[in-house]
């Protein structure tokens, strides 16, 4: 069994834009636009578009959260170049992390890996 996390995004274009930004590779893709599948190193990213979904799901929630395999300060560029702005590399007590929204308004943080801090 393997899981695959699902959002409802507004706008699908938008956020394939986004998290093909962050470094996910646009997969799986409904004809009708409504599906996405996004893949990452470690697992799937399905994005739902809420216009095709029902009502209930579009006060659900889920946060994501990321591990980059580069410095955040490249993964911040490729998100400042898709046109997404914003985000901030904080320090944390476990490591560098950034913080920036999605198209829906959704907080992402994406952790350093401890491999690019050593």
């Given at each position: ?32 636009g ?23 799901h ?61």
């Amino acid at each position: 069994m393997r899981l695959l996390p699902v959002i409802y995004v507004g706008n699908t274009d938008a956020s394939i834009r986004f998290y093909s930004a962050l470094g996910l590779d646009l997969g799986f893709h409904a004809e009708a636009g409504d599906w996405v599948e996004l893949q990452a190193s470690g697992g799937t990213l399905a994005l739902h578009s809420v216009s095709s979904a029902d009502s209930g799901h579009k006060s659900r929630s889920i946060d994501l959260c990321f591990e980059a395999d580069q410095p955040l300060e490249d993964t911040m560029r490729r998100l400042n170049d898709a046109g997404f702005s914003g985000g901030e590399i904080v320090d944390e007590d476990f490591g560098r992390s950034l913080r920036i929204d999605d198209p829906d308004g959704r907080s992402i943080q994406i952790n350093e890996s401890p491999d690019i801090r050593s």
